[in-house]
């Protein structure tokens, strides 16, 4: 007599009986070698959530007839607002990389304490 425990053909409850407990969902994902999981695992917190990788969110307060000129020249160039202040902070960046002859890379180079 068979134990409790055990199913035999006739008494099989579902298709997952068969595959080791395994979904179906989860053998569709192995089967066609699917990796939803990002390799990632780092979640991003805080200013950072949403945001593409490699950028954070970050407020400035800028004078209204600034805003004003960024906005005209987004629109005069047909780019986005981020993209133009983006654009202008790197060639700002560089000028001043250019007038003190070395690469700015971090904040610890600079002496903080005036």
């Known amino acids: 007599m068979a134990k409790k425990n055990e199913k035999s053909?006739?008494?099989?409850?579902?298709?997952?009986?068969?595959?080791?407990?395994?979904?179906?969902?989860?053998?569709?994902?192995?089967?066609?070698?699917?990796?939803?999981?990002?390799?990632?695992k780092r979640q991003t917190k805080g200013a950072a959530a949403g945001c593409k990788p490699g950028t954070t969110r970050k407020t400035y307060v800028l004078p209204l007839e600034l805003i004003d000129k960024l906005k005209a020249i987004a629109a005069h160039t047909r780019k986005?607002?981020?993209?133009?202040?983006?654009?202008?902070?790197?060639?700002?960046?560089?000028?001043?990389?250019?007038?003190?002859?070395?690469?700015?890379?971090?904040?610890?180079?600079f002496d903080i304490n005036n």
């Open 9 to 40: 053909f006739l008494a099989i409850d579902s298709f997952d009986d068969i595959n080791n407990d395994k979904s179906s969902e989860q053998m569709l994902v192995e089967s066609l070698n699917i990796n939803h999981k990002s390799k990632d």
């Open 80 to 109: 986005k607002e981020v993209a133009v202040v983006i654009e202008m902070l790197e060639k700002g960046v560089i000028d001043i990389e250019n007038q003190f002859g070395n690469e700015i890379t971090s904040l610890t180079k």
